[in-house]
């Protein structure tokens, strides 16, 4: 079985651009999280997506949105880049329930320049 | 709110035992999950806790008390490829989906 893939694996923006990252979950998963990794701030909850919908949402600005699509495929964009939002950016599917864990791609390192 | 506290560094020698502490505050509790992530690569499951108690698997246990908030990740044996920074993550209850709300990690350096 395919793991979660992302895309693209490394990323150089400069201030003010976007970007989108896209993520393929692992077949049969449903549910798609992102996370944001920083040295300083570890781990950090962006959003998660369940059937096409947002169900959950850390405290991350407007600027940082997502999108789910039909085939459970996700996309989140960054608008107006800073520096700070250089980081690794990480997604990881699951099942539906609270026993199953997390299943995380290698993420898309994103560098602001 | 929720807020997860784990060291943010231990050592360790190869063949010693060492235990990684992890405490939580959550408005809700659905579990508690461990994860490790090597340098440079996604986090990988390591073990859930639900209920109090001790889950082994291999030379990794996991142990978890609800009434005090408290997790640890008990490393047997440790390799060198056991050097790590390892997750801490909780499940709230009162939110809706899979989530997870992470601690900072804590980096294991294992040397011989």
């Known amino acids: 079985k395919a793991g979660v893939t992302q895309t693209p694996r490394y990323l150089i923006k400069t201030r003010g651009q976007q970007v989108t990252l896209s993520c393929s979950p692992i077949?049969?998963?449903?549910?798609v999280s992102w996370y944001q990794q920083t040295p300083g701030q570890g781990l950090q909850f962006l959003f998660e997506?369940?059937?096409?919908?947002?169900?959950n949402k850390g405290n991350f600005p407007g600027r940082f949105s997502g999108r789910q699509f039909s085939n459970s495929r996700s996309e989140m964009n960054v608008s107006t880049l800073e520096l700070g939002d250089s980081a690794l950016y990480l997604c990881a599917s699951s099942r539906e329930g609270g026993s199953y864990e997390q299943y995380f791609g290698p993420g898309t390192r994103l560098t602001v320049t | 709110g929720q807020n997860i506290d784990q060291p943010t560094e231990m050592t360790a020698t190869e063949g010693a035992i060492v235990q990684i502490n992890c405490t939580y505050q959550?408005?809700?509790?659905?579990?508690l999950f461990w994860y490790q992530q090597h340098a440079g690569e996604a986090p990988t499951f390591l073990s859930y806790?639900?209920?109090?108690g001790l889950e082994e698997k291999g030379r990794f246990s996991s142990f978890l008390s609800r009434s005090k908030g408290y997790s640890y990740l008990l490393l047997k044996e440790l390799q060198m490829k056991d050097s790590a920074s390892y997750l801490c993550?909780?499940?709230?209850?009162?939110?809706?989906?899979?989530?997870?709300?992470f601690g900072k990690g804590t980096t294991l350096s294992v040397s011989s």
């Open positions: 997506y369940f059937s096409e919908t947002q169900r």
């Open positions: 077949s049969g998963h449903r549910s």
């Open positions: 959550t408005s809700g509790f659905n579990g």
């Open positions: 806790n639900v209920l109090d």
């Open positions: 993550a909780v499940r709230d209850r009162d939110q809706a989906g899979t989530a997870l709300i």
